[in-house]
Structures are given as C-alpha cells and as structure tokens.
C-alpha cells in the first residue's frame, strides 16, 4: 500500500487556518493513492504550551476534520492534537482516523519536559497499534523517538511505526539519526512526519521521511512544505526478519 508523508506549515494556535491550509495537501496524496495519511505533531496549531487555549474535546473539530477527510478520501488519517480528555486533562494525542469513523488515540508517553510539556499534558501510558488492511502501524509522537525501547517492546507487532513530529531544525541531525536507527534495529518501515516553518524562535525545516526495513530512505524532503509517498509492504517486513533474524536475539536485562 502507499503511505503519504504531509510535510507541511502550521498557522500557530489557529486551528481553523491550518486545517484549510492542509485539507488540498490531503487532497494531493489521496490523489496519488495513499491509503495512510499522515501528518505532524499538533497538527493544527503547533506545539503550543497553552493547552487552556488550543486544546480541544476528544471528537472536537479537528478529530472530526481527520475523520472527514479519512472518509472523503477512503483512507487512514494520523495526526497529532492537544486534546482535552474526559477526566479533564490534557494531552498530546496522535488520532488515528480511519475510513469506516472509527476513531483510535494514543497519547504520548513522553511528554517534552526540555520545552516544559509535562507541565501541561499528561503523559500516556498506553502503545497504539492499529490493524491497516494487514499492515501493522504503530504509532509515537516526537519525543517520544529518543526512547528506543518503547519501540523494541512494540516491535514484533509492527511493521510501520509512525511518528508525528515538531522538531527544530538546531536538533535536526539528531531526528534524522533516529529515525533510520529506529528502522534498522526494529526492521521495520518508520514515517517521521516534521513540521516546517517558523514558531517563535524555534525554525523547523522538515526533514521528513519514509524509511524501509533495512534503513534505506524511500523518500524524502526539507526545507518546504512537501507530499512525500512511497510504498510499504508488510511481507517485506517479514522476509527482512526473517533473512536477518536478530530480534530474536534481543535479551532481557534481569531486574536490578
């Protein structure tokens, strides 16, 4: 199946704005097939610490935009939002939106504690894997790519893992680094879907990309704003595992 990565700008706490900014974007990769969507972290208004004032309901209205566009466009809708849960809380979660209505969120277990969002959002404590016609997708948010073994622990049930993302450019070696490593020790497809464009001080030039089982970039874009598609096939993940059978030979540590 062909999964699209939307490397796009982000009209910072205007929801409303950005949805109308990406909602063509969609459109572009629908058009070329994909049947995953994804797009970046805090999609729709940027990864604000001002979650009294961005965050929405679960279900609110850009939930319900992916939700939309998931059934306008026949196909899987991932993205990131500040949401306010039903215990009152906030968090930072990725919604994954898909065809049918069914809607799936995973929130993130890392909260940004450099930028001070553990002081705002909860952080999860739950993974999310999602059943895509066959193909296994799990889902982290940002930070949360710096912790390897969140994605060891989920890795024998995955064959894509998808990452929403606002990471800056002063730390973009470090996102690109990770996201090839994910991949090659989990021997899986990784899509890290970055941000571009300027909030505040902090500039974001993308860097986003599509990632096969054996570390090779099927695509890739920076600097602007970008559709990037590439196909992944579950039974690649598989032949790859079992040609190089070395998650097999993960060891746990004894508890100290």
């Known amino acids: 199946m062909i ?33 995953v969507v994804v797009l970046s972290e805090m999609f729709a208004t940027g990864f ?13 209205p850009s939930e319900q935009f992916l ?17 306010r849960g039903t215990d009152g809380r906030y968090r930072n979660n990725a919604v994954v939106a898909g065809p049918d209505g069914r809607v799936s969120r995973y929130s993130k277990i890392h909260p940004f504690s450099y930028a001070g969002e553990h002081e705002h959002y909860a952080a999860g404590t739950e993974h999310l894997t999602v059943d895509i016609d066959g193909l296994w997708a799990t889902v982290f948010v940002c930070y949360d790519l710096r912790f390897a073994d969140e994605f060891w622990e989920a890795a024998a049930g995955t064959h894509l ?8 450019q002063s730390r973009r070696d470090h996102w690109r680094a990770l996201l090839r490593a994910r ?13 571009v ?40 993940v598989v032949t790859v595992r079992a040609e190089f059978p070395f998650l097999a030979d993960r060891r746990a540590r004894p508890a100290p």
Request: no cysteine.
């Open 197 to 236: 464009g300027a909030a505040g001080d902090l500039v974001h030039i993308g860097d986003s990309a599509i990632i096969d089982p054996l570390g090779r970039t099927l695509a890739e874009a920076s600097v602007g704003e970008a559709v990037l598609t590439a196909e992944v096939a579950p039974e690649t």
């Open 161 to 168: 893992y998808v990452v929403p993302a606002n990471w800056p």
């Open 183 to 195: 991949a090659i020790e989990n021997q899986a497809y990784v899509v890290g879907v970055n941000r």
């Open 3 to 35: 999964v699209a990565a939307i490397q796009h700008d982000i009209a910072f706490e205007d929801a409303a704005a950005t949805r109308a900014h990406v909602a063509p974007m969609i459109a572009q990769a629908a058009a070329a097939q994909a049947r």
């Open 67 to 83: 939700v939309d566009q998931a059934g306008q466009h026949q196909a899987w809708l991932i993205a990131s939002i500040a949401q």
């Open 48 to 60: 604000s610490m001002r979650p009294e004032r961005i965050a929405e309901d679960e279900g609110g």
